[in-house]
């Protein structure tokens, strides 16, 4: 009989599900891969979409790694990630920041908000189109001229006695509004050349040039395609936290220009980003048009599906391929829905059966689905289901890890002191409230925890609902209790004159038992 350790349940990050992108990593991670519904993948493939929107946890870094795959089955496909949160490091960004201090100095301005990342983005971009296409057989582009000058003029930079490695190597070295660059017998650019063939040239200059050479590419029959992940922002300091949001709305607007490019001259070559729906929230209003391509050219990873009965959600596909896929690994015949429900599950949990019960104790979201099995699988490795006593035992835990995962999102706007000042309104209380009962409530806390006072001297608690409504730690319930509104059900808003619910995942931790 198959035991729970068998089971091949997949990683809460979907990049830890392809670490060596082995044949039999590929294999298992496309036979239990499920398209989000309403999304249509093969837009995505001929490159009439390229930005993937959702919260923490909806599976943006899986559909990106499904389609990366898919486009990489061709022999002529090369794709390449660049991690924004863990590869685009501290000192990555200071040096984004040095560079675009420079474009606002000749612009006459002393104001570090009007800084402008889209320049270094593009040269960026560039820089990692020419490293991705330099071992291809097969290029996106013809290798004539235009080529050769595209390529040595991204390429031109002087690295140095001290060569950058990585990511350092693509952030342009500028001082004083210029760079440094080698002289090349294929740049065919005059500037003034020192005795060891250097010259140094204005960087926005520079980067026009290169803007103009990658308009001139002619069509090749390969296809490159860079996706952005991690798109992700986390309140250290109001300097560092508008940094980074106008680096991410920076980003937006260069990949959609470049795509335009791409597009209008035929390229096999597309950059993808996944933005998390709080980013959003943070950046949109920073003064520029990121709405607009976002709807065009993007899709909200959402796996509610109103209407249907809970049997029916697909995020419960799936657990039930994944299960499946592990008994026909072992020898096993795979099982209807039906009976994979009545084998591996009890019948009823808390009075609700199990697809309730697992949907109600989530957010709807691949990650948490996953989080809840691999709870219990660490826990009772040797059992044959996931039985109740497994799941009982493991429910703090889970709420705590879920708590974690959930006050992420508010990272992108609140300080982690913030945070624990929410933390503590809610700590011990009631699970169904009013507003006015939680204003009250916020008051009487701010006396015993200064995370809370500062939290409300900074923020209107009805502004803090909002968030915590949005990001799906609260919702609605009507008196009759027999309807729940959240987000990501579907429901934009909050309604201040119904009561507020805080979610199920939470009461554990929270110590809510009323």
Same mark, same amino acid.
């Given at each position: ?143 004539? =001229?235009?080529? #050769?000058?595209?390529? $040595? /003029?991204?390429?031109?930079? @002087?690295?140095?006695? +001290?060569? %950058? ?7 342009p070295k500028i001082r004083k509004g210029t ?45 490159? =395609?860079?996706? #952005?992940?991690?798109? $992700? /922002?986390?309140?250290?300091? @109001?300097?560092?936290? +508008?940094? %980074? ?80 896929n592990a008994r026909e690994e072992s020898g096993l ?182």
């Open positions: 009989m198959l035991k729970l350790k068998d089971i091949h349940l997949g990683s809460t990050d979907a990049k830890n599900e392809l670490l060596s992108s082995s044949p039999e990593e590929i294999r298992r991670f496309e036979s239990s891969f499920v398209t989000p519904p309403a999304l249509n993948i093969e837009s995505y493939y001929n490159r009439n979409k390229y930005y993937v929107v959702g919260l923490k946890g909806t599976g943006k870094t899986a559909l990106l790694r499904y389609i990366s795959i898919k486009l990489d089955e061709k022999s002529s496909s090369y794709s390449s990630f660049v991690l924004f949160k863990s590869e685009v490091d501290e000192d990555l960004r200071k040096d984004f920041t040095k560079a675009a201090r420079i474009q606002l100095a000749e612009d006459n301005s002393n104001e570090f908000q009007g800084n402008d990342f889209e320049t270094v983005w593009r040269w960026f971009i560039y820089r990692k189109i020419a490293s991705s296409i330099e071992n291809m057989e097969e290029n996106p582009f013809q290798k004539n =001229s235009h080529y #050769f000058k595209f390529v $040595e /003029l991204v390429n031109s930079e @002087s690295i140095g006695q +001290q060569q %950058d490695k990585g990511f350092s190597r693509l952030i760079i440094e660059i080698s002289k090349s017998p294929k740049l065919g650019l005059e500037f003034d050349w020192d005795e060891d063939g250097r010259a140094k040239v204005n960087f926005n200059d520079l980067v026009r040039k290169a803007d103009d050479a990658f308009e001139k590419l002619d069509p090749g029959a390969g296809t490159v =395609s860079i996706f #952005f992940d991690e798109l $992700e /922002l986390s309140y250290q300091s @109001s300097k560092q936290y +508008q940094r %980074d949001s106008r680096l991410i709305r920076d980003l937006i607007v260069s990949v959609e220009k470049v795509n335009a490019v791409s597009k209008r001259n035929g390229f096999n070559f597309c950059v993808y980003a996944a933005i998390r729906s709080e980013v959003l929230n943070s950046v949109e209003s920073l003064g520029k048009e990121i709405n607009k391509p976002i709807a065009d050219f993007g899709s909200t990873v959402l796996w509610n599906r109103p209407g249907l009965d809970a049997v029916q959600q697909p995020i419960l596909h799936i657990l039930e391929k994944r299960i499946n015949e795979r099982l209807s829905e039906a009976r994979l429900w009545k084998d591996y599950f009890p019948s009823s949990i808390h009075g609700k059966r199990p697809q309730i019960y697992i949907l109600h104790n989530s957010w709807y979201r691949p990650r948490d689905v996953v989080r809840l099995l691999i709870s219990v699988q660490d826990q009772y490795p040797n059992e044959e289901t996931f039985a109740l006593q497994g799941i009982e035992a493991i429910r703090k835990a889970y709420s705590t890890a879920s708590w974690v995962e959930i006050t992420e999102e508010l990272k992108a706007k609140y300080r982690p002191s913030d945070i624990d000042g929410i933390k503590y309104i809610f700590y011990g209380f009631k699970q169904i409230i009013s507003l006015s009962e939680l204003m009250d409530r916020a008051v009487e806390v701010s006396n015993d925890h200064k995370e809370t006072a500062e939290l409300m001297n900074a923020n209107d608690l009805k502004s803090v609902v909002k968030d915590l409504f949005r990001i799906g730690v609260i919702g609605n319930i009507n008196d009759n209790r027999d309807r729940i509104r959240f987000s990501f059900r579907g429901d934009d808003e909050i309604l201040f004159d119904m009561n507020i619910f805080v979610h199920n995942a939470l009461k554990a931790h929270l110590s809510i038992f009323k």
